[in-house]
């Protein structure tokens, strides 16, 4: 991926971020190179890429059924192909990040996951904070980008956002269906008026920080929701008290129990 090309990050959009917790961008990759992120992204979801692993799963479902995937999921896809942390995309990703997170560019890792929203029927993300997935021993520096790969509509399941609420600690979540052998994670008691959707097209991009609560609706359209998502990690601190995440040992217990 020799091709150059940089989004433009505007100081309202760093306002943004700050004060609301999310921002987006209209465009963060070429379509030449969104032609070629399809092609890999429906390769890796056909070959459910790394499933001897772990990294292939659903997360809107129990840990290795074998119904259909309501919400199937990719992780660490860079691991399979290399050339992804070569392109424009993760460039740009990077560039955003080190601007909004105010962190040099060379102190940022970052890596990514594929969530496929089939049409019809791909699950809602429903709401909760990315930092409730990790361990509360550190606090993070982290924000996502969200690269739809096809238009993203409310009615495919674009991202929803809660204004401000980067501003609260992490909430209490639960698994989905309350199993623990799902890992997508739900929070209660969120106001959806408050909501800001945010529709795009193919090949721009949402960006939160990873206390935002967020939500993405089910895929009631025709044609499915592809979305490669980048989380960009500065350096990390090392917590006072760490919360409790009671969520995070049930998960343990259960997948430990299910051998």
Known sequence: MAETWEARIAPEQVEAYRRDGFTWFPRVTTDEELEWLRGVYDRLFAERCGEEYGHYFDLGGPRGHDGAAVLPQ????????????????????????????????????????????????GRETPWHQDEA??????????????????????ESGCMQFIP??????????????????VHGLVTDGVDARAAVACPLPAGGATVHHCRTLHYAGPNTSEHPRRAYILVMNGPAVPA?????????????VALGSAG
């Open 74 to 121: 990719i992780l660490g896809p860079e691991n399979h192909v290399p050339a992804l942390r070569d392109t424009l995309y993760f460039r740009n990703a990077l560039r955003i990040a080190s601007v909004l997170l105010g962190v040099p560019d060379d102190r940022i890792q970052g890596g990514g996951h594929m969530i496929l929203k089939p049409a019809h029927y």
């Open 133 to 154: 997935y990790w361990p509360p021993e550190t606090i993070p520096t982290s924000l996502s980008v969200w690269l739809p790969l096809d238009e993203a509509t409310v």
């Open 164 to 181: 401000g609420s980067h501003t609260s600690p992490v909430v209490p979540h639960r698994h989905i269906d309350d199993d623990p052998t």
């Open 240 to 252: 006072e008290r760490p919360d409790a995440r009671p969520w995070l040992d049930e998960e343990r």
